[in-house]
């Protein structure tokens, strides 16, 4: 992949003679491009650099604007097309294409017709947009240049009005500090640029409560396991033990811990896997909201008067958000640790591994390096499901059997055995072309709030050990791309990103009841 530097782009621009003498100027440089016919310029300072049109990996239900994601030097760049955006006619990439990489909170790549120059501008040569308010639509704009660098008007792009219309998500995650969903992110590799002013918590909900754990204590985030081994005579709080990749882990209520309302574990619950040392214990939560980036100056210490001792001295600060409107609880996993309950949940579970005569239960620590996937094609792009998430792989049969008054997003269902397996399109649920039936499709099943749901795709391909340091928060595009394919693995070596899909937000709410109607 070429790049070009800035400073390769100022030698080859011609020099602009405004007849000002340089030294006292207030000259902002910006950068020219051409898109649609059309010369715009963006502010020089958010440019980072100027590349050629990467290969991108299109993401279903992204903003029609979004050409998709590329990998640049081992990151994932979201690639955003300038003539979608204005409405211009779609115009195949050739060797004037580049694309513009801006950062405004996150690095993203605005794909131009072609780049003209650097240009530098007084500010009295820049003016207002009501100019051409009637003949251009000038929402993204935040200035006009005029009779400068050979243009007769140059449009100045406002990129954080631009993010902030077409990619809401995005905007609102740099406003609230956040980094990504971490429902189903890996929180191993989150970046180590923070600055040293900041805090990267991960944040989940337990009775209505917002509380927050330092990221660097997370080893992971996973849904609840289908079976929970109960070890009698354990203390109330201890849940018990389940097996993750090939090793037990103790589970601890968080709700019983610090004495709340009592609520069975659901679909939206998460085990929050802790670690201290070479202990390491799931936290049962509700939910888990995202990852947090947080200046120091808005976290406080517990106000004295709170403080409690003795088992309770797990929440040590407090994190304002939002000009104080959000409290969230920091919970010290020192502490945590400290905690009866998870002395008690370890020594629970070292019993269970004795009476289950599994001492040697514990695998290679290698093996927590990777995750397996099932990986799957739809159209040409690679998608991946965790493999403990897939019960089974079936071949499509010739014909579905179509059910009367079945949600419209219900393709048919099948006979699994001698049970009722509703059938869905994938493809249809994510937004993509419908495909003719072939016989490389397979339909994947999954358990979905305790309802088999089978969805069709167009083929699977293998099941792969990915490094958890490949995988890395996916781009937040929207609302249902944000937790239905929240990582992305960008392998750079093999040029291969595969897109990760959480099974449990395929299907929500009413839809997920109207299903249950059809198995019925």
């Given amino acids: 992949m070429a790049t070009e530097t800035l400073e390769q782009r100022v030698a080859e621009s011609p020099p602009q003679d405004d007849g ?6 207030q000259t902002r440089q910006f950068v020219t491009f051409i898109s649609g016919g059309e010369v715009f310029a963006v502010d020089m300072a958010p440019v980072q650099e100027i590349i050629r049109m990467p290969d991108v990996v299109r993401v279903p239900m992204a903003p029609a604007t979004l050409n998709g994601l590329a990998n640049l030097r081992g990151k994932v760049l979201p690639i955003i097309s300038l003539r979608r955006l204005f409405g211009f006619a779609e115009q195949a990439p050739d060797d004037a294409t580049r694309a513009v990489i801006i950062d405004v909170g996150q690095p993203l790549g605005f794909v131009v017709d072609r780049v003209a120059s650097v240009v530098g501008v007084e500010p009295h040569q820049i003016e207002g947009v009501g100019a051409i308010r009637s003949a251009v639509d000038t929402d993204l704009l935040s200035g006009l240049i005029k009779g400068v660098g050979g243009h007769e008007m140059i449009m100045v792009l406002d990129f954080a009005k631009l993010i902030g219309r077409e990619f809401a998500q995005m905007a609102s995650q740099q406003q609230n500090l956040g980094v990504g969903s971490a429902a189903t992110a890996d929180l191993d590799h989150v970046e180590d640029d923070a600055l040293s002013d900041e805090l990267q918590l991960v944040s ?5 409560q917002e509380y927050a754990i330092a990221i660097e204590d997370v080893q992971e985030i996973v849904q609840v ?11 109330s709080h201890v849940l018990g033990v389940m097996t993750l990749r090939n090793r037990l882990l103790p589970l601890v209520c968080l709700r019983r811990m610090f004495g709340l309302a009592e609520q069975a574990l659901d679909e939206k619950s998460r085990i929050v896997v802790l670690s201290l040392g070479s202990a390491s214990v799931g936290v049962a939560v509700d939910g888990v909201s995202e990852v947090l980036r947080v200046a120091k100056s808005c976290v406080d210490a517990m106000p004295a008067l709170l403080a409690k001792d003795g088992d309770l001295t797990d929440i040590s600060e407090i994190c304002r958000l939002d000009n104080g409107k959000r409290l969230v609880s920091i919970i010290t996993v020192g502490n945590l640790f400290d905690h009866s309950a998870i002395k008690e949940a370890l020594t629970t579970m070292s019993e269970a591994k004795t009476e289950m005569g599994q001492e040697a239960v514990d695998a290679d620590d290698d093996q927590d390096d990777d995750e397996q996937v099932v990986v799957f094609h739809l159209d040409k792009e690679e998608f991946g499901v965790p493999i403990h998430s897939v019960q089974e792989i079936v071949r499509v049969p010739e014909q579905l059997i179509h059910v009367p008054k079945a949600p419209a997003f219900v393709e048919g269902v099948i006979n699994l055995r001698g049970s009722v397996l509703p059938v869905i399109d994938l493809r249809m649920r994510l937004g993509l072309p419908r495909l003719e039936r072939s016989d490389r499709q397979r339909i994947m099943v999954f358990l979905i709030a305790e309802v088999r749901t089978g969805f069709i795709v167009d083929q ?25 394919l929240a990582r992305m693995a960008n392998m750079e070596k093999q040029k291969r990103m595969v897109q990760l899909l959480e099974p449990a937000y395929l299907i929500e709410g009413d839809e997920l009841e109207s299903l249950s109607g059809v198995t019925a």
């Fill in 20 to 25: 000002l003498d340089n030294s006292i100027s």
């Fill in 204 to 208: 989940f909900n337990v009775a209505e």
């Fill in 225 to 235: 396991p289908e079976t929970i081994i109960h070890v009698p005579h354990a203390a």
């Fill in 460 to 484: 699977v391909t293998e099941v792969l050990k990915i490094p958890h340091a490949a995988i890395e928060p996916s781009p937040r595009l929207s609302n249902s791309q944000g937790k239905i």
